[in-house]
């Protein structure tokens, strides 16, 4: 069995907030993934970024003042049509901050043929969420199709994918658009 990872594709992060125009996007290339992953019998789980009224007084929200992805808000709510695919048989993991604990202490003693991951920011939460991953895992493969992550900032988009593959993840479509 496979798994796909959506990570934190929510309204906020897209056309919100802290919304960039590469994230948008992604929306085809990942509602696919769901698609063709599902259709195949494998697990789909989502992430979701989730504040609240007092974001602003977090550690991060020092550090990143933009309330975001606040719970109950539109922002928080999975982009697009990607909400569409959310079923009874879709996990979706609340994480208060970039990596979540949650999701790997759930993947520890599973058994995956690999683990792909999607989403933004690639070089926040995708990259942390890898890093959990792998070392839940640390024998399954683990994989970022760079089609289907961005960031808002080309570069640390580009560091992150050299960080993914010295962490010896898989890197899928390195220099393509």
Not at 93 to 99: A, E, G, L, R, V
């Amino acid at each position: 069995m496979k798994l796909l990872i959506v990570v934190d594709y929510q309204r906020d992060f897209v056309d919100g907030a802290l919304g960039f125009e590469k994230a948008i996007k992604l929306e085809q290339t990942i509602y696919q993934k769901i698609v063709d992953y599902k259709t195949s019998g494998n697990q789909v789980i989502f992430t979701l970024d989730t504040h609240d009224e007092h974001y602003i007084e977090t550690h991060e929200g020092r550090n990143l003042p933009v309330e975001h992805c606040i719970l109950g808000t539109k922002g928080h709510a999975l982009y697009g049509k990607i909400k569409e695919l959310v079923d009874d048989s879709t996990m979706q993991i609340i994480k208060y901050t970039f990596p979540s604990i949650e999701l790997a202490n759930y993947l520890v003693g599973k058994t995956y043929d690999s683990i792909e991951l999607c989403g933004v920011v690639s070089n926040i939460c995708v990259l942390s969420n890898a890093v959990m991953v792998k070392s839940a895992l640390p024998n399954t493969e683990i994989i970022v199709d760079s089609l289907a992550t961005a960031s808002f900032d080309d570069d640390m988009h580009e560091k992150a994918l050299d960080i993914l593959e010295g962490l010896y993840v898989t890197v899928w479509n390195r220099g393509k658009k």
